[in-house]
């Protein structure tokens, strides 16, 4: 990744590094918090190499996204760091996607859900799609919920998660091809185990939920921008990229937040980004 003194990550195709073949290709699909910002959508993350392309998270709102970025149906798998709708939710227009879409694969997508999220999954259809019961769901894709000691392997990419500190189980992961590691927080308070799975991490994706907010109290499931920043510099992360934001501060607010603890290159996400590791 280019190194730089940080800023909105630029949006809609230009890279923060199109000098080099990169051995991943992160491209943000969607970097709102809960309420998305206008014109924005939230948590969603595409992750490709050279063989393997996959979802992190597909928020409220992301699957447009997605569409403007790749094929749905050429995807390798899709995973969920947790059964909150701006993680989830628009699994829902992924599957008429890969139903009833013009391209259509030959065998079921791998979907990668946490601990009890099939049920949650399976609940969430049954209320819309009763007449389709199970059918909705596996017709398309292969559901999986995936045991976080275990990892996760797709093609080249090997995928550790770690529990985050959270109102609902949630796993942060790390994605490691060939020398290169992208991290991602999904959602949480500072805690150790997002710390470890950022440990000299090319670079660690964080949210950065309550921005400036310094009142904080406890407990809560979320960080400011200095916490992600101290979570990068404890971690030893090579670059910072803060995302799941609302519309309260603006890039520079976050990266000056951030940049209390951090001294490596920060980005703030924006929807369209395109990110070569
Ligand atoms: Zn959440
Ligand atoms: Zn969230």
């Given at each position: 990744m280019?190194?730089?003194?940080?800023?909105?990550?630029?949006?809609?195709?230009?890279?923060?590094?199109?000098?080099?073949?990169?051995?991943?290709?992160?491209?943000?699909?969607?970097?709102?918090?809960?309420i998305?910002?206008?014109?924005?959508?939230?948590s969603?993350?595409?992750?490709?190499?050279?063989?393997?392309?996959?979802?992190?998270?597909?928020?409220?709102?992301?699957?447009?996204?997605?569409?403007?970025?790749?094929?749905p149906?050429?995807?390798?798998?899709?995973?969920?760091?947790?059964?909150?709708?701006?993680?989830?939710?628009?699994?829902?227009?992924?599957?008429?996607?890969?139903?009833?879409?013009?391209?259509?694969?030959?065998?079921?997508l791998?979907?990668?859900?946490?601990?009890?999220?099939?049920?949650?999954?399976?609940?969430?259809?049954?209320?819309?799609?009763?007449?389709?019961?199970?059918?909705?769901?596996?017709?398309?894709?292969?559901?999986?919920?995936?045991?976080?000691?275990n990892?996760?392997?797709?093609?080249?990419?090997?995928i550790?998660?770690?529990?985050?500190?959270?109102?609902?189980?949630a796993?942060?992961?790390?994605?490691?091809?060939?020398s290169v590691?992208?991290?991602?927080?999904?959602?949480?308070?500072?805690?150790?185990?997002?710390?470890?799975?950022?440990?000299?991490?090319?670079l660690?994706?964080?949210?950065?939920?309550?921005?400036?907010?310094?009142?904080?109290?406890?407990?809560?499931?979320?960080?400011?921008a200095?916490?992600?920043?101290?979570?990068?510099?404890?971690?030893g992360?090579?670059?910072?990229?803060?995302?799941?934001?609302?519309?309260?501060?603006s890039?520079?607010?976050?990266?000056?937040?951030?940049?209390m603890?951090?001294?490596?290159?920060?980005y703030?996400?924006?929807?369209?980004?395109?990110?070569?590791?």
């Amino acid at each position: 990744m280019a190194q730089g003194h940080g800023g909105r990550a630029r949006s809609r195709g230009a890279g923060i590094s199109a000098v080099r073949p990169a051995t991943l290709r992160i491209r943000v699909a969607g970097s709102s918090s809960s309420i998305p910002r206008p014109g924005r959508a939230c948590s969603s993350y595409i992750v490709q190499s050279a063989e393997t392309a996959i979802v992190i998270d597909v928020g409220t709102g992301a699957l447009a996204n997605l569409r403007m970025a790749c094929e749905p149906a050429d995807l390798d798998a899709v995973i969920i760091s947790h059964m909150h709708a701006d993680h989830f939710l628009d699994l829902v227009p992924l599957r008429y996607s890969l139903k009833y879409g013009q391209r259509r694969r030959a065998t079921p997508l791998p979907l990668y859900l946490p601990p009890g999220g099939e049920r949650t999954m399976r609940r969430l259809v049954s209320a819309f799609a009763p007449e389709i019961g199970g059918d909705f769901l596996d017709d398309v894709f292969d559901v999986v919920e995936y045991r976080p000691d275990n990892g996760i392997v797709v093609g080249d990419m090997h995928i550790r998660l770690a529990l985050t500190h959270h109102w609902v189980p949630a796993f942060a992961m790390r994605i490691e091809c060939e020398s290169v590691v992208f991290a991602y927080s999904a959602d949480t308070s500072p805690t150790e185990s997002v710390i470890e799975i950022a440990r000299n991490a090319t670079l660690f994706c964080c949210e950065a939920t309550l921005g400036l907010h310094d009142e904080l109290y406890e407990p809560r499931g979320h960080c400011n921008a200095a916490e992600a920043g101290l979570m990068a510099a404890q971690s030893g992360a090579h670059g910072l990229l803060l995302s799941h934001y609302g519309s309260e501060w603006s890039a520079e607010q976050l990266i000056e937040g951030a940049r209390m603890h951090y001294e490596g290159p920060i980005y703030v996400a924006d929807d369209g980004n395109d990110l070569r590791l």
